[in-house]
């Protein structure tokens, strides 16, 4: 009897090790990423949420005022899933639910590392710190959204991030 009644319990304890994970998955895919106030000012507010949906990112910037000048300072960093030996950046702005492509560029060049993150492997970290070139004057009123996507050289996701772009 004894027998019957431990394998009643390991059954019971072994449905319950599946619920935490369903779970999580129910609260992922109705909430998704949270949403990073990466800043905010009188007149400008920028944020981002990841839309890889296996993972976030980390991504800071110098400052809102400092967009207006050719480049700006960021922080962005993140795990890999994949490895880097050609990178693809591809940016797409989404106005009145069209998607605009707006630029795209090799960042990664198989046999020409341009950054300290080409050639990385999967699971190590890449951190990139230093200036991104924008060549923004000026930054036109009104609310945009901007998607940032970096793929490697098997058009696998690298980097996905939604950029929502608050100027009034």
């Keep these: 009897?004894?027998?019957?009644?431990?394998?009643?319990?390991?059954?019971?304890?072994?449905?319950?090790?599946?619920?935490?994970?369903?779970?999580?998955?129910?609260?992922?895919?109705?909430?998704?990423?949270?949403?990073?106030?990466?800043?905010?000012?009188?007149?400008?507010?920028?944020?981002?949420?990841?839309?890889?949906?296996?993972?976030?990112?980390?991504?800071?910037?110098?400052?809102?005022?400092?967009?207006?000048?050719?480049?700006?300072?960021?922080?962005?960093?993140?795990?890999?899933r994949y490895n880097i030996r050609e990178l693809f950046v591809t940016t797409n702005i989404i106005l009145n639910g069209k998607s605009i492509p707006f630029f795209s560029k090799q960042l990664c060049e198989g046999d020409h590392p341009n950054f300290s993150f080409c050639g990385r492997k999967k699971g190590e970290h890449i951190i990139y710190e230093g200036p991104v070139s924008l060549d923004i004057h000026d930054i036109p009123q009104g609310d945009f959204d901007v998607t940032v996507e970096l793929f490697n050289e098997d058009w696998r996701t690298i980097i996905c991030s939604n950029f929502t772009i608050l100027s009034h």
């Excluded at 369903?22 to 007149?43: A, E, M, Q, R, V």
């Excluded at 400008?44 to 296996?54: A, H, K, Q, V, W």
Aim: aromatic residues 6%; hydrophobic residues 35%; contains cysteine.
């Design 1 to 80: 009897m004894k027998e019957e009644s431990s394998d009643t319990d390991n059954l019971a304890h072994m449905k319950m090790l599946k619920v935490p994970p369903l779970i999580f998955l129910l609260i992922y895919s109705s909430t998704g990423w949270p949403t990073h106030t990466i800043c905010k000012d009188n007149h400008l507010e920028i944020s981002y949420r990841s839309c890889d949906p296996l993972q976030d990112l980390a991504f800071t910037l110098g400052s809102c005022s400092g967009l207006t000048t050719k480049s700006v300072n960021i922080r962005a960093a993140t795990v890999l």
